[in-house]
């Protein structure tokens, strides 16, 4: 059984670099699309990246693109966003989701599971 858990939040000051990790306990990882979701204080979970079964192929909301990389190691069953030059903008709790498809979609209903969730805070 797929098990999400995220880690590698925390607080960083503007313009600085963390880099999130998504394990799969399930050991079931290799044959999903994952994708990663943020919630920022008070508004609607929103798209970050996606990034298919072989890390082939990626897709990035337009604010993230060229600050965000996601990438993953299904020997590892783990995925990983890289985020440097984050900004205030980009607080919110992140959330690693994974689906049972090859599309890389933006829609949250469209993934099977979900973690719980990770924390990241900008300061300016």
């Known amino acids: 059984q797929t098990q999400l858990v995220e880690s590698g939040g925390g607080l960083v000051q503007a313009g600085g670099s963390l880099r999130l990790s998504c394990v799969d306990s399930?050991?079931?990882?290799?044959?999903?699309?994952v994708g990663w979701f943020r919630q920022p204080p008070g508004k609607e979970r929103e798209f970050v990246a996606a990034?298919?079964?072989?890390?082939?192929?990626?897709n990035y909301v337009d604010s993230v693109k060229g600050r965000f990389t996601i990438s993953r190691d299904n020997a590892k069953n783990t995925v990983y966003l890289q985020m440097n030059s984050l900004k205030p903008e980009d607080t919110a709790v992140y959330y690693c989701?994974?689906?049972?498809?090859?599309?890389?979609?933006?829609?949250?209903?469209?993934?099977?599971?979900w973690g719980r969730g990770t924390q990241v805070t900008v300061s300016s």
């Open positions: 989701a994974a689906r049972r498809g090859s599309a890389l979609t933006l829609k949250p209903e469209e993934y099977n599971y």
């Open positions: 399930g050991r079931t990882f290799s044959v999903y699309t």
């Open positions: 990034i298919k079964w072989n890390g082939g192929i990626t």
